[in-house]
């Protein structure tokens, strides 16, 4: 079975499987299938729930005269936290059944999102160095671990994607 985007992704990956298998054997990836489980069935377990909390949110507002505004505020960001979390939802859901049914295809929608956002959070990163200062150095602290951890855990769930992919996929 082809990968979607095979035409795309078989140039990138294939002349890199030999590297990438050595990066994936480091003592580190040993238990990533059981991690992705783990890391996978968590993030359904809290996307659901925030899309059980977001779906019944209704706007308190204190004065009449405001009502208007932020009725209109509110009700996009809540469509634009139900629409995110909808998508979280969606993408571990993929990660999960792709773990269970070793299909490689389902892990693309999460590695994708997730490298999407690594790769916006590291140019965060870099725009708050440029104006480096005493307060951005307190924010770097803070943005520095949450980058790493995503990062290990894409590392991860590519290492599991490499295992699940055969060749005659690209």
Not at 12 to 37: D, E, M, N, W
Not at 50 to 59: F, N, Q, T, Y
Not at 79 to 85: A, H, Q, R, S, V
Not at 123 to 144: D, E, P, Q
Request: positive net charge; proline residues 6%.
């Amino acid at each position: 079975m082809k990968l979607p985007f095979s035409r795309i992704l078989s140039p990138v990956l294939k002349p890199h499987l030999g590297s990438t298998r050595a990066f994936c054997q480091h003592p580190s990836f040993a238990i990533s299938i059981p991690y992705i489980y783990f890391y996978g069935t968590l993030g359904l377990i809290i996307n659901a729930n925030h899309l059980r909390k977001h779906v019944g949110e209704i706007p308190t507002p204190e004065s009449c005269t405001e009502i208007i505004d932020i009725d209109r505020n509110f009700m996009l960001i809540h469509d634009l936290k139900i629409i995110g979390t909808s998508m979280g939802l969606v993408q571990y859901a993929c990660l999960v059944v792709g773990c269970l049914t070793e299909n490689p295809a389902l892990f693309l929608p999460h590695l994708i999102g997730q490298l999407l956002i690594v790769l916006i959070k590291i140019l965060n990163l870099f725009l708050l160095l440029a104006r480096l200062n005493v307060k951005s150095l307190s924010k770097l602290r803070h943005k520095v671990a949450p980058i790493l951890m995503m990062t290990f855990n894409w590392c991860q769930e590519f290492c599991v994607f490499h295992q699940f992919l055969c060749v005659c996929d690209l």
